[in-house]
């Protein structure tokens, strides 16, 4: 049972604030009949919740990483800057406002869960305020009972949608999806007049007209950064077809392509860029105190927006909504200067990372059935680096400085919603269609595993000497056209064309092999239709994209020693590495479809070591 007295205990006013002037408490408790895990998502969600409520869309700018809000209530201009919000998943969430015009000089919030047994939950929220004058303490004495009505109203009709079944509305990173404003359309009609455009382009009409009506239906919130992921999932379409669609629509004028640089701990959108060559090498979050390169694997995501000459978006925002747009984020807290924090934290089996805001350094914590240890021990001697418990253990933080800190836990877990450059860079309408996007030439930009696959005409010197140049010109262009188009059949890229061979990039190598396979098919001594023999090479690790030629290039010691190896390998075959053959759906592919290899030395003497290489005469 928690009471004002507890909770004054346990959140006590401390200076600056108290010398402002004498403090207004409240205390709310609303029971559910639902449980805390079932409200959880609305209570993060406090865009949604205010608006819910009757509260009146807020503005937000970011100043020095400060969040400043404005809004406009009962007549009266209210400023303030956000405090950042603190929270622990499944039980509470808090955040506090310093004004500078409004009502009060500073308030503060908590709302905490606890549970009710196996089906319902106690809610609790505490209203703390320091009025700016005898005139606001009076109209805040009349308006905070009402917002207590309010409140109350609010979890009655989420009671109501649980119980009802309705799942909440999925929202893109937590956006309020409950503001419909009256959209802003300048020419809704270009939409229409695309469709059959796109239906040439090969993209079914139906995908077409399910995506132009979500469009037509959705809030600003929900267009201001389109995610493909998203959208695939929410209206159950083909993502492959829903990105095409909209690279397409970039080329029509109905949509935008941005990259945006993404803070690699809070996961918000520092910079956005039209450009890929705009890139800089390096950017920083004012709100997580970091600085952080560029270049990682995760540090871009690639968004779409409504072009400004169809509609135009705004943000609509009832909140800072700091928890819904950081769900990975299951606890923020500040621990004063000398002081400690403990908790029994409510988290699953799963990899999490434990870190001060600040630091780039961070723990990893393994929470596992089969461990036996029950708690985080985080104090000035603990020196683990990975941390192994229990589901739910006990949080233990000693803060030995003088300075207060802000310790942070999450899930290790990528977003799973975020288009990544290198998935963008596998397909090769992208490429096609965004053909003058390029790399700064100072840059490398890390895209973790592809497999590279090259071709090469064998004996191209007789060959031009037998066909001649304008025949063996056809000759060597009917090759490319085939090439491209098996190696796009296994949702493979043409990457380059180097004199008459070809450098290609999966992202599976089985599919690498397949296309391999098809290709030396159709060159085969067998086929009398084309006088063309080649031979391949595959092999797969990490890479680096850059600029060369000004296009999208795939650099680094996978491709070099994908290259390399086609000295062993002869016409009509196909040479693979070692990380190729132990890829388990090839080792499955070979043992199924009895394929012999042939298993041989490749000396390597850059690195003073011989590996081997299998040979698959197709």
């Known amino acids: 049972m928690i009471d004002l007295s507890t909770i004054l205990q346990k959140y006590p006013w401390e200076e600056p604030w108290k010398s402002l002037g004498k403090h207004m408490d409240n205390l709310w408790e609303f029971d559910l009949s639902i449980t805390r895990e079932e409200v959880w998502p609305y209570l993060i969600d406090t865009s949604s919740f205010n608006k819910r409520i009757g509260l009146p869309r807020f503005q937000y700018t970011e100043k020095n990483g400060k969040l400043i809000g404005k809004t406009k209530q009962a007549g009266f201009q209210l400023e303030w800057e956000e405090v950042p919000w603190e929270w622990e998943y499944l039980k509470e969430i808090g955040n506090a406002r310093i004004y500078k015009r409004g009502f009060a000089k500073y308030i503060r919030l908590k709302i905490i869960a606890e549970p009710l047994g196996e089906s319902r939950c106690k809610i609790y929220v505490y209203l703390g305020a320091i009025p700016r004058n005898f005139f606001t303490k009076k109209i805040l004495e009349i308006a905070l009972p009402r917002l207590k009505d309010s409140f109350q109203k609010g979890f009655k009709e989420i009671e109501e949608e649980i119980k009802q079944r309705k799942p909440k509305l999925q929202t893109l990173s937590g956006k309020d999806n409950s503001f419909f404003p009256e959209a802003q359309w300048i020419h809704q009609e270009k939409l229409d007049k695309q469709i059959q455009i796109l239906v040439e382009k090969g993209i079914q009409k139906e995908t077409i007209e399910k995506v132009f009506s979500w469009i037509k239906q959705s809030p600003d919130n929900d267009l201001d950064r389109i995610r493909i992921k998203f959208v695939s999932r929410h209206l159950n379409l083909n993502p492959d077809e829903v990105l095409f669609l909209f690279l397409h629509g970039c080329r029509l004028g109905i949509f935008t392509l941005s990259w945006d640089i993404v803070c690699p701990h809070c996961r918000g959108v520092r910079t956005s860029l039209t450009k890929l060559g705009d890139m800089p090498s390096k950017d920083q979050c004012d709100v997580c105190e970091i600085d952080f390169d560029t270049t990682g694997v995760n540090s871009i995501e690639v968004t779409f927006h409504i072009h400004p000459s169809v509609r135009i978006v705004e943000k609509q925002m009832y909140c800072a909504a700091e928890p819904a747009t950081k769900q990975h984020i299951l606890l923020t807290k500040r621990v004063g200067g000398r002081k400690s924090f403990s908790s029994n934290l409510l988290i699953g089996s799963g990899v999490y990372r434990l870190r001060k805001k600040g630091d780039k350094k961070y723990r990893l914590v393994e929470s596992k059935q089969t461990h036996n240890q029950t708690d985080i021990l985080w104090l000035p001697e603990t020196n683990e680096e990975e941390i192994k418990v229990i589901p739910k253990p006990n949080l233990v933080f000693e803060n030995d400085s003088e300075e207060d800190v802000t310790i942070v836990l999450e899930e290790r877990s990528e977003d799973q919603n975020s288009l990544r450059p290198s998935e963008i860079f596998d397909y090769q309408e992208f490429r096609d269609l965004f053909s003058e996007e390029a790399i700064a030439t100072n840059l490398q930009l890390d895209i973790g595993i592809k497999t590279i696959l090259f071709t090469d005409i064998v004996g191209s010197t ?157």
């Open 462 to 618: 007789k060959f031009y000497e037998t066909e001649g140049d304008h025949g063996a010109f056809l000759q060597v262009r009917e090759h490319f056209i085939k090439t491209n188009h098996i190696i796009q059949n296994f949702r493979g890229v043409v990457v380059k064309t180097i004199g008459d061979a070809v450098m290609a990039s999966f992202s599976s190598p089985l599919q690498a092999l397949k296309a391999a396979k098809e290709m030396q098919e159709w060159f085969h001594p067998e086929n009398k239709h084309t006088p063309v023999r080649i031979r391949i090479s595959i092999h797969t690790g990490n890479c680096l994209a850059v600029n060369l030629n000004s296009n999208i290039d795939y650099f680094g010691n996978t491709v070099n020693y994908t290259a390399k190896i086609q000295s062993v390998t002869n016409s009509g075959e196909i040479s693979f590495s070692e990380t190729i053959f132990r890829d388990k759906e090839i080792r499955d592919y070979l043992r199924n479809n009895e394929i012999k290899l042939k298993k041989v030395e490749f000396p390597l003497p850059w690195a003073n070591r011989t590996d081997f290489v299998y040979i698959w005469k197709v």
